[in-house]
């Protein structure tokens, strides 16, 4: 779509406001709005102003003045808002030297869909993200000097099966068992219209999806399924998905979140990522009579996930509450091996189907606490170093690795426990992702520094709940 195809869709829509979203370095998507009176050409080729240094990861006060540059490929309208609005999807430029900006994480997929085209490798990357999410109905959570806690409800928490109904609200039962959510009919699945609804909502804004269903967790946990696409244009239909899912929620007195781990002793959501390399048409990582009918060029890009995956879940695993959910069990994907079927390996490779354009690996070890344009670039470097240094990714591991005996478990390695063990990998074994200038240092050490300060002291330095249990009567 050229700029002038933009204005007048605007035209043809209605469209009283032009919405313009970018990504801020942690991952959320962030906004500002104007009249359509002011949509003009000038807004996809000089840009607009904003302040960078109010945005996390960005600027310094200093140098605050920014640039958003809108892409008209990205021109859709927004499906939950009563005004009718056009989104555009925007870069973020340097008004003094007009060049992109280094810690725009939309910039950085962009670099390594370039990148990869200057390798020779491939000509196209294509990525499957699989985001879980939990519906609620009610969440309260506070933190002060001397308290601290959480409570999260809904209609369909097992918990709640024993609760005293309303006559508002009685309790007529049909709620998942704890790890029983996959996935029976309603009325046991009490969210079967509001994930329809979400489906519809991304589909409106050209995004194309799958299917939908409750996944395993009690509490309304789900998964819509989007239909693979290019990189860049992936972390957008990302950020889409979150956006779609959270507002219609609320349209319905409910909320999303995508915190990895929000319930404790139930399944957590993960991010299970399918990707693979084509070149003129065809894909690469296809061979049919090879291990799981994939090439030679599959298994080097696995070695390289797994070669590189303590310093990538920094990147693709980057809370820490992403660390509640890689523990033992749980079919949490933290052993560095890979296999066909095998969910409990890091890197799985499907065997649904034996086409060609079906030959993929799924790496399992991601969460939706990442920022995907960042969570899936990196990815893509860690693979294609792997081809090109011919990393073995060693042999398939296809028995249940959790029920493996002590010996042979001792040879498989697992990924680090904690956030900060995650981040001194990334600080230690960066150099793969600076190849093309994909990622700088300065958007690397950015990141180690955010996330370190606000996240892992943040949580290091308060008392826990639990902790008055263990010890106040020490």
Known sequence: ???????????????????????????????????????????????????????RGFQHIHESDMLLVADPATAAMDPCLSVPTLVLICNVKDPVTGQPYSRDPRYV????????????????????????????DDIRFDQSYNHGSYHIDSEEGFWNSGKEGTPERPNLGYKPRYKQGYFPVPPMDKQQDIRSEMLLALESVGVKCEVHHHEVGTAGQAEIDMRFGTLTRMGDNVMWYKYCTKNVARKWGKTVTFMPKPIFMDNGSGMHVHQSLWKKGKNLFFELGG??????????????????????????????????????????????????????????????????????????TPDPSCNPYLCFAAMLMAGLDGVQNKIDPGKPIDKDLYELEPEEAAKVKQLPGSLDRV???????????????????????????????????????RPHPWEFALYFDI
């Open 291 to 364: 291990y799981g009918d994939v090439s030679k060029m599959a298994l080097y890009y696995i070695g390289g996930l797994l070669k590189h995956a303590e310093a990538l879940c920094a990147l693709i695993a980057p809370t820490t509450n992403s660390y509640r959910r890689l523990v033992p069990g749980y079919e949490a994907p933290i052993n560095l091996v890979y296999s066909q079927r095998n969910r409990s390996a890091c890197a799985r490779i499907p065997v649904y189907s034996r086409s060609e354009k079906a030959k993929r690996v799924e790496f399992r």
């Open 109 to 136: 997929a962009q670099k390594a869909e370039a990148y990869l085209k200057q390798t020779g490798i491939g000509d196209t990357s294509y990525f499957g993200p699989e985001l879980e999410f939990f519906i609620f």
């Open 1 to 55: 779509m050229t700029p002038k195809e933009v204005i007048k869709l605007a035209k043809e829509k209605g469209a009283k406001i032009v919405d313009l979203r970018f990504i801020d370095l942690p991952g959320l998507w962030q906004h500002f709005s104007l009249s359509t009176a002011e949509l003009n050409e000038g807004l996809f080729e000089e840009g607009i102003g904003f302040d960078g240094s109010s945005i």
């Open 423 to 461: 981040l001194d990998a990334l600080e230690e074994n960066h150099k793969f992702l600076l190849k093309g200038d994909v990622f700088t240092p300065d958007l690397i050490e950015t990141w180690i520094e955010y996330k370190r300060k606000n996240e892992v002291d943040a949580i290091r330095l």
